[in-house]
């Protein structure tokens, strides 16, 4: 089974600056999403970018993907206090497109 | 409106005492999952539905068992909970495998 890492572990970073985490993964992928968990919550899908692209936006979020490295960035841009989170890559491959989730980002925006 | 409902958010049984954990959905996904994560751990999946299809993970404790009645609900039931089962128990689904997953906001289980 593959599994993702998350790079850094924890991330702290003042409102208004830009927030970039990183995650590899060890096999071919169908695609590779990222999702957000606030404290003791479900959750929350944020992007979704298949193998054959390459970068995706949504509102703050630029997701990129690099297959020959197999690594993923997530990036959010001006960034706020309720952006605090844990934020998970997770990659959908293999014979059984089942996701694996990476161990996680702790980001912290302080106010 | 909440598409993935959990309940009971929070529940505390004893040791070794059953209890049943239940999921519903209003998004008509053909595809339910449950996931254990433990504190500050990432969600491990512990077995999924496509449709009435049960599909076990191979790590997962026999300890753990899944009904799913109806394309809208999903239990989680363990039969004999141990102190190190504590976790919190998310449920999700999804139209197919590998699409984007909708999470319920998890039962927090307590083992006495």
């Known amino acids: 089974s593959q599994q993702g890492e998350e790079d850094p572990q924890a991330l702290s970073i003042q409102e208004g600056e830009n927030a970039t985490m990183n995650c590899s993964y060890k096999t071919s992928i169908n695609n590779l999403q990222w999702y957000r968990q606030n404290s003791g919550r479900g959750l929350v899908h944020l992007i979704l970018i298949r193998s054959n692209e390459r970068e995706k936006h949504s509102g703050r979020l630029r997701v990129t993907l690099d297959t020959s490295k197999k690594s993923s960035s997530l990036l959010i841009t001006a960034s706020r206090a309720a952006d605090t989170a844990s934020y998970f890559c997770?990659?959908?491959?293999?014979?059984?497109?089942?996701?694996?989730f990476g161990k996680g980002t702790l980001l912290t925006v302080n106010p | 409106d909440a598409m993935v409902i959990q309940n009971p958010r929070y529940q505390v049984t004893q040791f070794g005492k059953p209890v049943t954990l239940s999921c519903s959905q209003t998004l008509n996904h053909n595809v339910m999952y449950w996931y254990q994560q433990k504190s500050s751990q990432a969600p491990k999946l512990l077995f999924h539905?496509?449709?009435?299809?049960?599909?076990n993970e191979a790590d997962t404790p026999d300890n753990f068992q899944s009904r799913r009645p109806n394309t809208s609900f999903c239990f989680l039931d363990i039969r004999s909970p141990g102190l190190g089962d504590a976790a919190m128990y998310l449920c999700?689904?999804?139209?197919?495998?590998?699409?984007?997953?909708?999470f319920g906001p998890g039962t927090r289980l307590t083992v006495t």
């Open positions: 997770a990659s959908s491959g293999g014979s059984n497109y089942k996701l694996t």
């Open positions: 999700a689904t999804s139209r197919s495998i590998s699409y984007e997953q909708y």
């Open positions: 539905y496509y449709d009435k299809d049960f599909n």
